[in-house]
């Protein structure tokens, strides 16, 4: 059983190796690592169900928006990625943290930069309180984005989207759920 584990581990490592060492060549084929951050807008309404429906007037909040990503690029014109974007804005005195955990995938309009290129994904949303001492549960549920932007110099881009994501809990029988929109404008960093 150690022989087959040890040989497992050495495959993974050469895989990795050799992914690794054509990463990074300037070139958007291969392997992608991405950051952005910049301004939004999250807009929500709250609802709970008791056996009937109690919805509270519309929120709409100023954010801060950030935007990971890692992936792989099959070709200079198309990244598929695993990206988390979460809207970072204050509710009372706590801070939420309103994230879209999604598959993406985006598509440059030339193989190499300046290019315009839009982007779309799909995954579960998120609700939560992170910075407390004893936050309350996350929330969960399905959500999506749809965007592009331009990417103006190797590397840099600026990026825009349009996010929906409707998290929700049931507890005690009672279940109370958001509709979320999000609108964000990033400045993105990508590694390729």
Avoid at 158 to 184: C, D, R
Wanted: charged residues 15%; contains cysteine; positive net charge.
């Amino acid at each position: 059983m150690k022989k087959i584990v040890f040989t497992i581990l050495i495959v993974l490592i050469l895989l990795f190796l050799t992914v690794t060492a054509n990463a990074f060549d300037g070139r958007r084929k291969g392997f992608i690592l991405g950051f952005g951050m910049g301004p939004g807008l999250t807009s929500f309404t709250q609802k709970t169900y008791f056996g009937y429906y109690i919805k509270k007037d519309r929120e709409n909040k100023g954010a801060i928006m950030t935007d990971f990503k890692i992936g792989y690029a099959p070709t200079d014109f198309w990244e598929i990625y695993y990206t988390s974007k979460v809207s970072w804005f204050g509710r009372g005195n706590v801070t939420i943290g309103n994230g879209l955990e999604a598959l993406g995938a985006s598509y440059y309009f030339k193989p190499a930069a300046p290019s315009p290129f839009i982007a779309a994904g799909f995954g579960y949303s998120t609700w939560t309180q992170p910075f407390e001492s004893h936050p309350p549960d996350t929330w969960f549920g399905f959500g999506l984005f749809a965007g592009g932007g331009y990417e103006f110099s190797r590397h840099w881009s600026v990026e825009g989207y349009l996010s929906w994501a409707q998290p929700m809990i049931k507890k005690s029988g009672i279940e109370t759920s958001f509709n979320v929109w999000s609108l964000k404008c990033t400045i993105n960093v990508l590694g390729y």
